[in-house]
């Protein structure tokens, strides 16, 4: 059967027509070939049916006319009838053919005529009385003629005879006498009215079986009607007919003729025409009853796989995933169908119920880590701007060494001012106390400050680390959803395409929080680095601080040792070059703590921006889980 496509059809549509084509149309093609069937058989009886009336109607016709015949020929030889024809003596001729009369009623007379057309006997005086005068007539009349030839003939058949009053077959034989010479013509008029009575009991048959158009037809040769049982003319076209021929084989006065059995096709063909329409309610009973069937075969199949259509289109247009299957379907392929998608859907949700609390975990989780980076930023630009306090404060002890140095210079070279130096130099010591003692003290501080920031940084590490264990639990989610979606074939496409973006997700998620991981690795090496270097400082500055105390002891000694002045001078010369050596190192100490602070800075700038995309990741993951309805 050739496929063809019917887009406007739904898949109900098309089996309800599939399904009826392939029943009826072998239906419809037996109940073709049954009609055609039982249209030849049914012609055949009638052919042989038709056949046998009209062969029927010969038989018995030919029988009859051929029975008078030879009985015309017998009684022509009878010497009763030859003597009358001798001598014109007709008494013993009347009353011969007054008896072949009666005993033959069929003929309507017998009359004997002369040669010369002059009736000599017959078997009624009123007969003989009217052939009495017409023998001209007689002698001009087709079937006298073909007497005398030694024929017989049916001419005049189809008109009534004057002299009868009825419809006859003159039935005309010569008369010969001993040496053969023909003296004379009997005619023996058959009554033609009893052709009707022959066939009675062929109509009888015809009306018994319901045939009440049946008609039979006697023609001659050439045509012209000598028998018709239905009265007046008459159309026979169309009309089922079947013809039996009385051959010539058998010389008598029917050669040629044509027995006609008729019947109307509509009457003809009625019991057909019933069965048909009988086969034809059949058919269509049959039809309806496989359209009926067809139809609840194909809602059967279709209803369930609409219902899980409607579902699919919610689950794709409104991600509702709540919906329970509450199709019921056969333990057919569409019933397996519906298990597996109700199976599918309950997986799916079980995904996105675990994708939803591991996004939730996991932006609770970034957003702490954004609020802990936040907190490490401030931290960290109050200790840089500690640190530049420092700095300046760190200047400021350099700029105050030298002018010690400028100091102890002009107390060797200007002894006499020992004194008025002294108390500079006491002066200058005090105040240089206080600010070693306050950077004592902002060094211990930063120390402290620079240790809290190395356990932030440790705890951001942790807080990374799970980050990165959740994106690895998103991504193994992810992968075994994409694998649940190809199991599901065609219908897991579209979750397949969000198993896929989460992975892409998840994989972001991973890269990113490696990229904290390395960046908070590298800002803890630059702590550690900064605190020992800045207990370093502290160690100098607190150096620094006791080596301002001893020069102080040794101004004091000044006032009262002005002899031991340029010893002091000497001593307090050295001390002083130490002390702008140390407070170098402590400018420098400071000054890279302070580029060391500038680079944590960006360290946590670049961590807060990691944070945040990696928040942004968390929210795109999240909006992905919530589209779903669980």
Known sequence: MPSFKLPSLTLRGRLLLYMTLVSCVPLLTLTGLQDRLMRQQTEAQLDASLRMEAEGF???????????????????????????????DASASDAMLALLQRRYLTLNGIVLFSDDGVAVSASTPALREAYAGGAEAVRQAAWFRQ????????????????????????????????????????????????VGELVKPALARAQHRGHHTFSLELRRADGRTLFDTRKGEHDDTGRVAAVAVNGSDVRDVGDGWRFLAQLEPDEAYAPLNEMRRLVLGLAALLVAGVGLG??????????????????????????????VMEVQAGRDEVGE???????????????????????????????????????????????????????????EIKQTSLLAAEKAETVLGVAARAEEVGRAGEVAIRDSLGGFQGLHEQSGEMAMRIVQLNERTQQIGGITQTVK????????????????????GEHGKGFSVVAREIRNLADQSIQATEKVRDILGDLGHAIISTAKMTEQSHSSVAEGLEQVRTSGEHLKELATIVQDNAAAARQIAGAVNQQNAG?????SAVTDLSSMMVETQTSLKSTTGAAKRLQEVAGQMEGVARSYRI
């Open 147 to 194: 007497a005398q030839a030694g024929a017989t003939t049916a001419e005049g058949v189809e008109v009534e005879d004057p002299i009868y009053g009825v419809h006859v077959l003159p039935l005309a034989v010569p008369v010969m006498d001993e040496r053969g010479q023909r003296l004379g013509v009997l005619l023996a008029a058959f009554d033609w009215g009893q």
């Open 583 to 587: 407070i170098a190192q402590i400018f």
């Open 294 to 323: 067809s139809w609840v075969l194909a809602r059967g199949i279709t209803r369930p796989l609409r219902a899980l259509s409607e579902v699919v289109r919610r689950v794709v247009k409104e991600g509702d995933l709540t919906q």
């Open 58 to 88: 010969k038989d018995l016709l030919e029988s009859t006319l051929a029975e008078r015949e030879a009985s015309a020929h017998s009684w022509a030889e009878d010497p009763v009838l030859r003597q009358a024809l001798r001598t014109k």
């Open 337 to 395: 169908l519906t298990q597996a998608f109700g199976q599918m859907m309950k997986n799916l949700r079980e995904t996105a119920t675990s994708l939803q609390e591991g996004t939730h975990v996991l932006s609770e989780t970034v957003a702490e880590l954004n609020l802990a980076s936040e907190v490490q930023e401030r931290n960290v630009a109050r200790q840089a701007a500690a640190l530049q306090e420092t700095q300046v404060t760190a200047q």
């Open 469 to 488: 264990d959740l994106a690895d639990q998103s991504n193994m989610l992810a992968l075994n959803a994409a694998i649940e979606a190809v199991r599901s």
